[in-house]
């Protein structure tokens, strides 16, 4: 059994040797223990830093391509080098070292496929009240989302089994963390959450420059993944409420022309018509959307069966090299 624990990183020269020193090198259950961070487009040292202190793996990036791409590239590189399970965490020392443990029991025992740490929100001191609040709204609507459990949706401190890992898609560029909830919860991937700890903030966070700038890439990152995941609930929704407009328009319309002043409310029965057709429409888009949605659940099952013969390949590979070697 191996575990491969993966850190994105950007100019991280000054924090990641503290996050690596506080990495396992040990846990029961696991008979290897690798590590491997990935490069995106950093312009100090950390390339350096993190060879000299001995990590297993390294993906570069020429330049900064974002933290949804990194996390893809590192999943990517962790299964061709064999991992049966990956953990990703931050270059920031943000998440404790002991906590890996934590979130791999759970997979190890077989209980589920997708472990998200969850922090102590409330009592992080550097959470300031705004983001407490912005926080758990999030987590909150991830969870109507993506008809989950998981208490905190953008808690980058999570593990993987190599099976949930081959099924992931990630196609916003901002970050994984909200999207890959709402896959897995419409996929019907088993996750769960569990407790773990925080460490003091070394550096403030660089995911977002604003609060306004944070909340807006989250919410329009939840409702993508919510019009790909379930497009007719959603522009049914939207054209219902139009549709719905239109007609009680139409029905205050008839009301008044039956009353003999319909003459004066002719506008009202222009916008009911336009209500009601924009209604329809949206509804036809919805079918269309659907209908693009199966077809996408298709190729992603084509796509996992291609890296599980692509990845498994390489790991038998590997594997028979290492009894050689032996």
Known sequence: ?????????YNEAE????????????IDGIDEIEYLII?????????????????????????????????????DACLRNGADIIVNTDADNQYAGDDIETIVR???EGKTDIVIGERPIDTTEHFSPLKKKLQHFGSWVVRKASNSTIPDAPSGFRAYSRDAAMRLNVVNEYTYTLETIVQAGRSKIAQTSVPIKTNGELRPSRLFNSMFGYV??????????????????????IGGISFVGGIIL??????????????????????ASLL?????LIFVIG?????IAANRKILEDVQYHVRKLDYDGAKELEDKESEEDK
């Open 1 to 9: 059994m191996k575990l491969i624990i993966q850190i994105p990183c």
């Open 15 to 26: 924090t990641l040797e503290v996050a690596l020193n506080d990495l396992p090198k040990h």
């Open 39 to 75: 490069n995106d487009g950093s312009h100090d040292n950390t390339v350096e830093v993190a060879k000299k202190w001995g990590v297993n793996y390294v993906v570069n990036f020429r330049r900064n391509k974002g933290l949804a791409k990194g996390f893809m590239a590192g999943i």
């Open 106 to 108: 759970p997979i190890l």
């Open 216 to 237: 807006k890439k989250s919410m329009l990152t939840i409702l993508r993944a919510f019009m790909m995941y379930k497009p007719l609930q959603f522009f049914s929704t």
């Open 250 to 271: 139409s029905i205050r319309y008839l009301i008044y022309f039956f009353m003999g002043r319909g003459g004066g409310h002719v506008q009202s029965l222009i916008l």
């Open 276 to 280: 009601i057709t924009m209604g329809v």
């Open 287 to 291: 079918l269309q959307a659907d209908l």
